[in-house]
């Protein structure tokens, strides 16, 4: 484990704390917008954050004066290099309590897009990658994972987001 990843660990728990502390101030509730990106072989497009541990789909808040559609094109773009070329699909709208009692997540199924190359690690998205659905990283988080199974395995969407 290198020294950034000890010190992301160390803190993550300050950091989520801190920042949804501003978001209740900010904003009454937290909204966000998630894709389950698909290739043409069914591999789910994931990405894995400085800031906090797992593997995550692509996708982040709302802001205000944005729709969902919108907030996903933007973090498609900044975390993935992917830019849709067609409509998502909204797979379903998911209560996030284990974030905060206020946080919703739109998750969108996204087949039709392009991605000029993969995106390079940076400050925020640290390594990204398509995995199969049978061999996703072990660090896959819980939702992730119940997200990528309702749309590979056709289960019905639960109401929380794990």
Known sequence: MTAVQNLRLKFEPVLTRMFHLYWRFARGMT????????????RVFLIQHSYVGGWHLPGGGVEVGESFVDALTRELMEEGRIALTGAPALHGIFFNSHVSPRDHVAVYVVRQYQQDRPPEPNHEIIASGFFAADALPAETTPGTRLRIAEVLEGRPPSATWR
Do not use: K, S, T
């Not at 966000?32 to 043409?40: I, K, M, P, S, Y």
């Open 31 to 42: 909204l966000g917008a998630r894709g389950v990106v698909l290739d043409a072989e069914d």
